[in-house]
């Protein structure tokens, strides 16, 4: 059974950073693509940040040049850093993947973890 688990959440200042994890694990063949979803209260989930198995990277305008997201394959982690964090960011950050896996191309949900941006 394919699973993501999420860490590295918490309580920060606004101007500082975080750094968030999501390890995949179970049989997975191949992953077409893994990112970063966050949900604000009363607000949509948004796509913040992804990353193709063929390297490619893309951002939300909104947290461009401040945030990074990379992957581990070894591990099969990836990671979103996140810098000069503003009050703004405050969400629960979800990680996705797109992966192959023993029953074809399956979506996968992490548990989400509270990043709150506040002084």
């Known amino acids: 059974q394919v699973q993501l688990v999420e860490s590295g959440g918490g309580l920060v200042q606004p101007g500082g950073s975080l750094e968030l994890s999501c390890a995949a694990s179970?049989?997975?063949?191949?992953?077409?693509?893994m990112g970063w979803y966050r949900q604000a209260p009363g607000k949509q989930r948004e796509l913040i940040a992804s990353?193709?198995?063929?390297?490619?990277?893309n951002y939300a305008d909104s947290v461009k040049g401040r945030f990074t997201i990379s992957s581990d394959n070894a591990k099969r982690t990836v990671y979103l850093q996140m810098n000069s964090l503003k009050p703004e960011d405050t969400a629960v950050y979800y990680c996705?993947?797109?992966?192959?896996?023993?029953?074809?191309?399956?979506?996968?949900w992490g548990q989400g973890t509270q990043v709150t941006v506040s002084s």
């Open positions: 996705y993947a797109d992966l192959f896996v023993v029953a074809g191309r399956r979506s996968y």
């Open positions: 179970g049989t997975i063949f191949s992953f077409y693509a």
């Open positions: 990353s193709t198995g063929g390297g490619s990277t």
